[in-house]
């Protein structure tokens, strides 16, 4: 199999490359990674593999059959896309039950049928429930893709019945190149600050790069971590304040970043060098102020904050939690 376009993931490369090319991929799959880390690409890429006329299964997508073609142009007749908003619960039963019906036609042009369920933990229960019925026991000729942020996100059911992909971050050497070519203002120091700051997720970081405002972010981190330290809860609540409610991906920067703070912190207590975030004066700052005990639970509970933020809690919620929960990190 041919994976143009996707960055990185070695692995999960090779481990798709052997089942596709002996023909032994199976009719459910689920790629699961953070928005940005490729799942729309690799979807569509296995769902043109899965039309691809090319007789070489390595080959495939060949890229200029005639289904290539189609499936490059978005108008495949073989390959439906379903769902698609982030929102919770957007995915309804009623777009379950099409696709159902669907499903049970016999492909147009290709051997096969794909339709790829894009932000499957958008569904709703009754929405999993129903699409349940049909993984279960599909037509020969359908496969399904799911694309989700994690697959602990839907229904136990739903995940043993398909077989779980995982997207990561790709590395700094294999983003910085393919950053370059597509944002060729941006100074070098800024695109390897922000492949950090985002864990290289790909579609992030360019999102991030097209309005810059990513900067914040590393502004409002040692600004909040200092904070933690402050006697009362209003400096530190003040400060979580400033964590934007419309920018989910700039939220989970600076909580990124807070990490590396920790993990700084951490490191200094311990007397090692090293330095991972661009704020070593707070890193060191905290590791004159707390104990390594408290480092550590600060790390754990950043940890505990980028899952709750992931899972699209409410935001006024997410900002009296998150204040709790460092303060009580550090014993306050
Ligand atoms: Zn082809």
Known sequence: MRFDGLIGNAELKEQLSSLVDNGRLPHALLIEGPSGS????????????????????????CGVCPDCIKADAGTHPDISFYGGSDRARSFSINTVRELREEGYRLPNEAACRVFILENAQALTLEGQNALLRIIEEPPKHLRFILTCRSRFELLETIRSRTFALTLGGVGEEEALPWLRERF?????????????????????????????????????????????????????????????????????????????????????????????????????????????????????????????????????????????????????
């Not at 490729?38 to 997508?61: F, M, N, Q």
Request: aromatic share 2%; hydrophobic share 45%; with cysteine.
């Open 38 to 61: 490729g799942r729309k690409t690799l979807a569509t890429l296995l769902a043109k593999a899965a039309v691809c006329r090319h007789s070489d299964g390595a080959a495939r997508p």
């Open 184 to 332: 060729p203002g941006q100074t070098e120091e800024d695109l390897r600050t922000v492949t950090r700051l985002y864990g290289a997720c790909l579609g992030t970081i360019a999102e991030a790069l097209a309005d810059s405002h990513w900067k914040d972010s590393l502004a409002l981190a040692p600004s909040l971590a200092e904070a933690i330290l402050a006697p009362t809860e209003s400096v530190l609540l003040a400060k979580c304040a400033e964590l934007p409610s419309r920018d989910p991906a700039l939220v989970q920067g600076v909580l990124r970043e807070l990490r590396l703070l920790f993990r700084d912190a951490l490191t200094a207590k311990y007397g090692q060098s090293g330095r991972m975030s661009p704020s070593p004066q707070t890193a060191d700052k905290l590791a004159a102020s707390l104990t390594a005990a408290a480092l550590l639970q600060l790390l754990e509970t950043v940890e505990a904050l980028e899952t709750m933020q992931r899972r699209n809690i409410n935001h006024a919620l997410f900002i009296t939690e998150a204040c709790a929960k460092l303060r009580a990190a550090v014993g306050r």
